[in-house]
């Protein structure tokens, strides 16, 4: 049995998956295919996910993933996780995680904060573009949103260069329906707090028109408007993305494939604030 190994509160082995994680993500996984020849047996699907997450934490590359952990090749650890993005697992268990939090009222729809980190990008592909720090170079960026603890709702993946503000309400229909209590699931947070790379009268509309409040800095303003004293929350998220060393830079050519590290990553975190809160 594969079981994490705790040292204090920090995990010493992160990329071991639990008991308690594991009951959650084995009945999304998708029902594998027969297979037509023999040969090697299947690795088994825990197994494989330790091995995405042992790249995940450390970045190592696939064809350097080592055979002596016992998690399978790389390469097979690539395909499994290209194949459950495909088939929706982290953004269903991206429901049912805030599902909980929210049956124990320990998600703070009070306000949502909106945010951005630019990653560079070491090849070209869909969703990189010129670095708005060296246009010489590739970059993407993490586009993401929190409630007011910090818990992500939200995250999405654009080219560097990519105005922040056009991701405004892409985030906004990215939330998911959360049920957990009585009455209609919730989706909607009653403030969305924002820095002045958001600053748009237009947005502000749109953003009203779905009836949340937006505040949102001015561009021309002196600073003091009092917005960081709850829009530091995003900050420490995006440092909790960024502990997770793939993350850091983005390796893939793929956009997918750093599309599937970034959903893991928001089902990781969301499920410590489960293991922390609930």
């Given at each position: 049995m594969l079981v994490g190994l705790y040292v204090g509160k920090r995990e010493a082995r992160p990329w071991i998956v639990s008991d308690e994680l594991w009951l959650l993500v084995e009945p999304l996984l998708p029902v594998p295919a027969p297979k037509l020849v023999p040969g090697r047996p299947r690795v088994?699907?825990?197994?494989?996910?330790?091995?995405?997450?042992?790249?995940?934490?450390?970045?190592?590359?696939?064809e350097y993933l080592p055979q002596e952990l016992g998690f399978g090749s790389g390469m097979t650890c690539g395909r499994r996780?290209?194949?459950?993005?495909?088939?929706?697992?982290?953004?269903?268990?991206?429901?049912?995680?805030?599902?909980?939090?929210?049956a124990a009222k320990q998600l703070d729809w009070s306000r949502a904060v909106i945010d951005s980190s630019h990653v560079?990008?070491?090849?070209?592909g869909p969703n990189s573009g010129p670095s708005p720090v060296d246009r010489a170079r590739p970059g993407s960026k993490h586009h993401i949103l929190v409630d007011g603890q910090g818990i992500p709702l939200a995250v999405s993946l654009t080219g560097g260069i990519r105005n922040d503000v056009t991701q405004l309400m892409p985030l906004l229909a990215k939330i998911p329906s959360v049920p957990g209590l009585v009455g209609w699931p919730r989706r909607r947070p009653d403030v969305l707090l924002g820095d002045r790379g958001y600053d748009h009268d237009k947005y502000r509309r749109l953003v009203g028109a779905r009836g949340i409040k937006p505040v949102i800095?001015?561009?021309?303003?002196?600073?003091g408007s009092g917005?960081?004293?709850?829009?530091?929350?995003?900050?420490?998220?995006?440092?909790?993305?960024?502990?997770?060393?793939?993350?850091?830079?983005?390796?893939?050519?793929?956009?997918?494939?750093?599309?599937?590290?970034?959903?893991?990553?928001?089902?990781?975190?969301?499920?410590?604030?489960?293991?922390?809160?609930?």
């Open positions: 088994p699907d825990r197994q494989a996910l330790c091995g995405i997450l042992f790249v995940l934490h450390t970045g190592i590359q696939w996780l290209a194949a459950w993005n495909e088939a929706g697992v982290w953004d269903r268990l991206h429901v049912v995680l805030p599902a909980r939090l929210r560079r990008a070491a090849r070209r800095a001015r561009r021309g303003v002196l600073h917005l960081g004293v709850h829009r530091w929350v995003v900050e420490r998220t995006i440092a909790w993305f960024h502990g997770f060393r793939r993350l850091r830079i983005r390796w893939e050519r793929r956009d997918d494939i750093h599309e599937a590290f970034l959903g893991l990553a928001t089902c990781l975190i969301t499920h410590r604030h489960v293991q922390r809160l609930c």
